[in-house]
């Protein structure tokens, strides 16, 4: 019996529909694959939830004095103080070099040595600088952290700002578009989800988190679809 082959005519037909079938799933397969950005951006707020709640609630570096007679009592990270069991500021380890009343340093060494920083050291001790006004740090997973708008200290005069600190994370690191919203000066062509990577997480003096951006607030939300569709 006489096998029959495939003529050079049905097998054009059968590559074409191939590539019919090719071009209408690709965009459907594209929606549904993960955001990148919205991922990596979920993931640095829940590290930023993580390390503010161990950090208010560490006693030995924040202990609570919502209880002290002194009505001007520091409460949170406001209070710059460095105490014995606080190691890693103002403690036994650092005594010989610490000794200061900043809010903003105290908070951002704790805070950045629970950071799988890119470049590590032994000494993680951040010193704001007279006039200095930014501070950034790198994690392993290339994201880039500037700390801004750092106005931790203590203030009870009326119509202050609530002490906070600003953490803007871009979560691609060094690749563009570097956008915070469509009105970002340096990313013009912002105006779909995946074209934003970075974003702005308030922490108040209290532990109180607010994100900025909305982009990111709907990228952490936990209802909020995360693939690639724009809608």
């Known amino acids: 019996m006489k ?10 037909i059968a590559l074409a529909v191939i590539g019919v079938l090719i071009a209408i799933l690709l965009p459907v397969i594209s929606n549904l694959m993960p955001d990148q950005n919205s991922l990596m951006a979920k993931r640095a707020y829940y590290a ?8 208010l609630n560490n006693e030995a570096c924040y202990p609570d004095k919502s209880q002290a007679p002194d009505i ?7 209070d710059g103080y460095g105490y014995a069991d606080c190691t890693m500021w103002g403690g036994r380890y650092n005594e010989d070099y610490i000794g200061t009343e900043d809010a903003n340093s105290k908070f951002l060494t ?4 629970k950071l799988d920083l890119k470049n590590n050291s032994d000494d993680n001790s951040v010193i704001i600088g007279e006039g200095e006004t930014t501070k950034e740090f790198q994690t392993k997973d290339n994201m880039v952290w500037t700390a801004q708008n750092m106005n931790l200290a203590h203030n ?31 990313g013009t062509n912002c105006l779909k989800k995946k074209d934003f990577d970075k974003f702005t997480v308030k922490i108040s ?27």
């Open 156 to 186: 009870d005069s009326e119509g202050a700002d609530t002490p906070s600190i600003e953490f803007v994370i871009d979560v691609n690191g060094a690749d563009k578009p570097n956008c915070k919203s469509p009105e970002d000066a340096e």
């Open 110 to 113: 704790l805070f950045v040595n």
């Open 48 to 55: 930023v939830q993580t390390i503010t709640s161990d950090l």
């Open 3 to 12: 096998n029959k082959a495939f003529t050079l005519t049905e097998l054009l």
């Open 205 to 231: 003096a209290d532990g109180k988190l607010e994100i900025l951006e909305d982009w990111a607030k709907k990228a952490v939300g936990i209802d909020y679809d995360i693939t690639g569709s724009d809608k």
């Open 72 to 78: 001007d009592a520091r409460e949170g990270f406001d």
